[in-house]
């Protein structure tokens, strides 16, 4: 996913690029594997991914 929300944003100028950016890493925050991998992270825990 990253790498396609990357090749989206190249062609499109600076400010719109950065909207774009911030507007998919906010969504990707959401996701249940983004908090559990940033809940293990604090924790100092092993995640456990649920590919959600």
């Known amino acids: 996913m ?3 929300d990357f090749y ?3 062609d499109l100028d600076q ?3 950065y909207a774009y950016a911030k507007e998919v890493m ?3 925050a ?3 594997d983004a908090q559990e991998g ?3 992270f604090l924790g100092k825990r092993a ?3 649920s590919g959600k």
């Open 47 to 49: 995640p456990c991914w």
């Open 2 to 4: 990253g790498k396609q």
């Open 15 to 17: 400010p719109k690029a």
């Open 26 to 28: 906010s969504m990707n």
């Open 8 to 10: 989206t944003q190249i």
């Open 30 to 32: 959401l996701a249940a």
């Open 38 to 40: 940033i809940g293990a």
